[in-house]
């Protein structure tokens, strides 16, 4: 990698004279690429693996376009996300973050044939339970189980091992 770019200074120097610096170049065809490698190492070993690209590492349009156009699925933790990885033509979005908003629950559902809502809490569980209900609508959902030993009150960051049973009952039928 070094290497190429070392070979292609003078086109990078020219830009930098042109457009001053810093200057981000993003080279599509380099993302795909990479995208690509990155998905036959998975799929070689396991062929039904899902791979999500994480909007937060690199929130371009441009980026998250290549991403989506490679076969990635896009994961989003805000509604900003959401709206982008929609825009960008994802077909297969995480919606995770332990602060999701009524409004951006609401997205979600409005998107429920691409959505996999990320649920973090119980109270997440209720709010999402009844949005669906308002809206009589079913969404796919997933829950982050914690990475510490239980603690059976609030934690924004996932359910407690001991607690996902009982979480997933009341899922079931919420």
Known sequence: LV???LERRHFFLDLAGRHGSPLYLLEEAALQERAASFQAAFRSELPDFDIFFPVKA???PLVVKTMVQAGLGLEV????????AVQAGSRRILFSGPAKTDDELELALRHHDRVTVIMDS???LERLAELTSRHKQVISAGVRMAAGAGNSS???FGIALDELRPFAEQASIS
């Open 77 to 84: 933790s805000s509604g900003m996300e959401l709206d982008w």
């Open 58 to 60: 690199n929130s371009h």
């Open 3 to 5: 290497q190429s770019c």
């Open 122 to 124: 119980w109270r997440e």
């Open 154 to 156: 609030w934690g924004k």
